[in-house]
Nanobody, 124 residues
Framework: QVQLVESGGGSVQAGGSLRLSCAAS????????MAWFRQAPGKEREGVVS???????TYAASVKGRFTISKDNAKNTLYLQMNSLKPEDTAMYYC??????????????????WGQGTQVTVSS
């Protein structure tokens, strides 16, 4: 059974940093496409960044240069380092995956396993 458990969310001031974690069980983060999504109140869930097994990444324009995705295969954990946070980054952040080695775009329909989310709140 695939389980993805996010942690690391919290409240920070604008300009601050947070690191989110997504611990996987019953699944190997090194073997498949992994991604982070977010959903703000009243808005649709949107893709933030994905990482394929070859290390190639795709970032949303809104976070490029501020967020960094990484994996620790030994810990079977996915990370999202978020720097220079802005109030518009406030959202529930979700870890997601699909059983393909490459990633085929940051659309929610491309992913079929999801975590429960962790809340990030950025105040101005």
């Amino acid at each position: 059974q695939v389980q993805l458990v996010e942690s690391g969310g919290g409240s920070v001031q604008a300009g601050g940093s947070l690191r989110l974690s997504c611990a996987a069980s019953g699944y190997s983060v090194s073997s498949y496409c992994m991604a982070w999504f977010r959903q703000a109140p009243g808005k649709e869930r949107e893709g933030v960044v994905s990482i394929a097994t070859d290390g190639s990444t795709t970032y949303a324009a809104s976070v490029k240069g501020r967020f960094t995705i990484s994996k620790d295969n030994a810990k079977n954990t996915l990370y999202l380092q978020m720097n220079s946070l802005k109030p518009e980054d406030t959202a529930m952040y979700y870890c997601a995956t699909v059983r393909t080695r490459l990633c085929y775009g940051l659309a929610t329909g491309n992913f079929n396993y999801w975590g429960q989310g962790t809340q990030v709140t950025v105040s101005s």
